[in-house]
């Protein structure tokens, strides 16, 4: 399994690979991205006899408030999207990508790595973000929908 930075080219595979996860319907609200939302992006490819099984990306940002967690001007990165294609999982291969992108934070002086995480299954969500990768929980939102 080869960790590495995805290459323009392979957007178009990133696209597909990112419809597969929308038709999961593992998540509320998520949409399918085109080939051309990737571009200016940090993408990392997890990729396995010369396909690709997985990927993660975000981006770098700066604080503009002070939270009991940053200051402001911190510099840190926000990870938009993390996925494994089904058969891949349970397998470290997330894990890999995740470290892959937190280590690239870390090298660009990145103070946090966060993300806004969303699934259905939020026990196998938060067991593998805090769990097994270490994030801090600093809180929820929540929605019920109220019938009129």
Do not use: H, W
Not at 28 to 37: F, K, L, Q, R, V
Not at 50 to 65: A, H
Not at 92 to 115: D, H, M
């Amino acid at each position: 399994m080869e960790i590495r930075i995805a290459k323009n080219i392979e957007f178009k595979e990133i696209s597909n690979l990112n419809s597969i996860f929308v038709k999961e319907n593992c998540c509320n609200n998520i949409m399918a991205d085109d080939e051309e939302y990737y571009f200016n992006k940090k993408i990392f490819v997890a990729v396995e006899n010369n396909m690709i099984v997985g990927y993660v990306y975000g981006d770098f940002y700066q604080e503009t408030k002070a939270r009991s967690y940053a200051k402001i001007n911190d510099k840190y990165f926000e990870l938009e999207e993390l996925y494994v294609l089904p058969e891949y999982r349970n397998l470290g291969v997330g894990q890999k990508l995740f470290k892959k992108i937190e280590k690239y934070a870390k090298q660009n002086g990145a103070k946090t790595l966060r993300l806004n995480a969303v699934s259905k299954n939020y026990k196998s969500l938060l067991n593998f973000y805090i769990d097994i990768l270490g994030m801090e929980y600093i809180s929820a939102y929540l929605i019920k929908k109220i019938d009129c």
